[in-house]
């Protein structure tokens, strides 16, 4: 390892511990601990997906975080700016730190109103928290993940992007509704001290496109530019044996100790049981099936996207979450093929970026049908970060000129030992 990565992993270090330790310190003094540990759900580890049981409540599943905002802008009262989205640690513990004050501010939100454009650009530029999701969120999912009783706001708003400013007193929430294009504000109730806590931070050169004057900013004008251009190359691994992945799959779906009949076909290994069946193909992938037939029921199917996306991540958690090394998995898309079923998928995403498998296919796609899981394709794969070995990226301001709008950072795995890091456009996400 050079002098120079030696540095940047003292430094990445140092400001872990620092937010760790000044979370603590100020938790207890100021109570945050209760607002954490009984209001918001936690990542059961740092940098693996998260596990546990959901949170249940009268309402029903409020559930576990599905994904996390693939970056966080904290802009100061001077203008600059600290963003995080390559350091997959330092982002968890900023999230961590900042999440309560997201959640503080959809909770207490009042009657939001539509605003230009011009007033969503001027907001991000004052003092605020950024959060941005890789993939659309609901705002009721948002709300169930975040422990917020969102009463203010229409929960059918499809959100990316979500920035809560720093009043004197008190909070005001800006968001896009991704699919309509337009822009809305709200009042809060939530305090503006915990802003303060952010102060320690120090700025990092993080903008936004449309302040940059680069070519294609009108056509991303809130892609966020961050400086350097160095990004580590990841390690791929098999994920455990064909029968250890087995064992996995059938005790998550709740078949360890039924009868089966297990077999190969080909390298194929086969367990048919009376109610399933699965398939352990060597290159990771594994399909599910349940076999005994679905009921015809009366019962009216009234499971919300939340409750169906905490189904399906319970799955993805149970068993490809237990073998995906430093690979985070998040949610990304909730597709309805009828009034009572459709499919949940899941992809991988580590050091900032999202692996793309061959085919483009998910890292996990689960099935239902009313609130059964009838199908899963999961693909189980081992990734890490080489931490002494990086490939060096065209800049992101050349890179977004080049692409002429939103790009983002890709791992393309095609079967090799070793994933290089890349840019890739929106339209090839």
């Given at each position: 390892?050079?002098?120079?990565?030696?540095?940047?992993?003292w430094?990445?270090t140092?400001?872990?511990?620092?937010?760790?330790?000044?979370?603590?310190?100020?938790?207890?003094?100021?109570?945050?601990?209760d607002?954490?540990?009984?209001?918001?759900p936690?990542?059961?580890?740092?940098?693996?997906?998260?596990?546990?049981?959901?949170?249940?409540?009268?309402?029903?599943?409020?559930?576990?975080?599905?994904?996390?905002?693939?970056?966080?802008?904290?802009t100061?009262?001077?203008?600059?700016r600290?963003g995080?989205?390559?350091?997959?640690?330092v982002?968890?513990?900023?999230?961590?730190?900042?999440?309560?004050?997201?959640g503080?501010?959809?909770?207490?939100?009042r009657?939001h109103?539509?605003?230009?454009?011009?007033?969503?650009?001027?907001?991000l530029?004052?003092?605020?928290?950024?959060?941005?999701?890789?993939?659309?969120?609901e705002?009721?999912?948002?709300?169930?993940?975040?422990?917020?009783?969102?009463?203010?706001?229409?929960?059918?708003?499809?959100?990316?992007?979500?920035?809560?400013?720093?009043?004197?007193?008190?909070?005001r929430?800006?968001?896009?509704?991704?699919?309509?294009?337009?822009?809305?504000?709200?009042?809060?109730?939530?305090?503006?001290?915990?802003?303060?806590?952010?102060?320690m931070?120090?700025p990092?050169?993080?903008?936004?496109?449309?302040?940059?004057?680069?070519t294609?900013?009108?056509?991303?004008?809130?892609?966020?530019?961050?400086?350097?251009?160095?990004?580590?190359n990841?390690?791929?691994?098999?994920?455990a044996?064909?029968?250890?992945?087995?064992?996995?799959?059938r005790?998550?779906?709740?078949?360890?100790?039924?009868?089966?009949?297990?077999?190969?076909d080909?390298?194929?290994?086969?367990?048919?049981?009376a109610?399933?069946?699965?398939?352990?193909?060597?290159?990771?992938?594994?399909?599910?099936?349940r076999?005994?037939?679905f009921?015809?029921?009366d019962m009216?199917?009234?499971?919300?996207?939340?409750?169906?996306?905490e189904?399906?991540?319970?799955?993805?958690?149970?068993?490809?979450?237990?073998?995906s090394?430093?690979?985070?998995?998040f949610f990304?898309?909730?597709?309805?093929?009828?009034?009572?079923?459709?499919?949940?998928?899941?992809g991988?995403?580590?050091?900032?970026?999202r692996?793309?498998?061959?085919?483009?296919?998910?890292?996990?796609?689960?099935?239902?049908?009313?609130?059964?899981v009838?199908?899963?394709?999961?693909?189980?794969?081992n990734?890490?970060v080489?931490?002494?070995?990086?490939?060096?990226?065209?800049?992101?301001?050349?890179?977004?000129?080049?692409?002429?709008?939103?790009?983002?950072?890709?791992f393309?795995?095609?079967?090799?030992?070793?994933?290089?890091?890349?840019?890739?456009?929106?339209?090839?996400?």
């Open positions: 390892m050079s002098k120079a990565d030696r540095i940047r992993e430094i990445k140092a400001l872990i511990i620092a937010l760790s330790i000044s979370t603590i310190l100020l938790g207890w003094r100021t109570n945050l601990f607002d954490i540990f009984y209001t918001i936690i990542f059961g580890r740092v940098t693996g997906f998260v596990g546990g049981s959901p949170t249940v409540e009268a309402g029903g599943v409020i559930g576990i975080e599905a994904a996390r905002p693939i970056s966080i802008v904290i100061f009262d001077n203008g600059e600290f995080v989205r390559y350091e997959t640690d982002r968890n513990t900023v999230y961590d730190w900042t999440s309560s004050i997201l503080e501010a959809l909770g207490s939100a009657a109103e539509e605003i230009s454009a011009d007033e969503w650009r001027s907001a530029s004052g003092m605020g928290v950024f959060f941005e999701y890789a993939s659309p969120m705002l009721s999912v948002l709300h169930a993940w975040l422990g917020a009783r969102v009463s203010g706001l229409e929960h059918d708003v499809s959100l990316r992007r979500i920035f809560v400013a720093f009043g004197e007193e008190r909070n929430i800006y968001f896009k509704d991704d699919l309509s294009g337009e822009y809305f504000a709200a009042d809060t109730d939530s305090s503006a001290v915990k802003a303060q806590e952010l102060a931070l120090r990092n050169g993080a903008a936004f496109a449309f302040e940059l004057g680069v294609g900013a009108e056509n991303a004008p809130y892609t966020i530019i961050m400086p350097g251009t160095m990004h580590p990841i390690a791929a691994s098999p994920a044996s064909a029968e250890s992945i087995l064992e996995i799959v005790n998550a779906f709740g078949h360890g100790r039924e009868v089966d009949r297990t077999y190969f080909g390298d194929t290994l086969v367990s048919v049981g109610h399933f069946n699965i398939r352990v193909e060597p290159n990771g992938r594994v399909i599910y099936r076999t005994d037939a009921q015809p029921s009216v199917f009234s499971f919300c996207e939340s409750e169906i996306i189904m399906a991540r319970a799955v993805v958690s149970d068993t490809i979450g237990r073998t090394g430093g690979a985070e998995l990304e898309v909730l597709e309805f093929t009828s009034e009572d079923s459709g499919t949940v998928t899941f991988y995403y580590i050091a900032g970026g692996v793309r498998l061959r085919d483009d296919m998910p890292a996990a796609k689960v099935f239902f049908t009313n609130s059964i009838s199908e899963a394709t999961l693909f189980f794969k990734f890490s080489i931490s002494d070995d990086y490939t060096e990226l065209l800049p992101e301001l050349l890179a977004f000129a080049a692409v002429g709008g939103e790009f983002s950072l890709s393309p795995y095609v079967g090799s030992e070793m994933l290089i890091p890349t840019w890739v456009g929106a339209s090839n996400h």
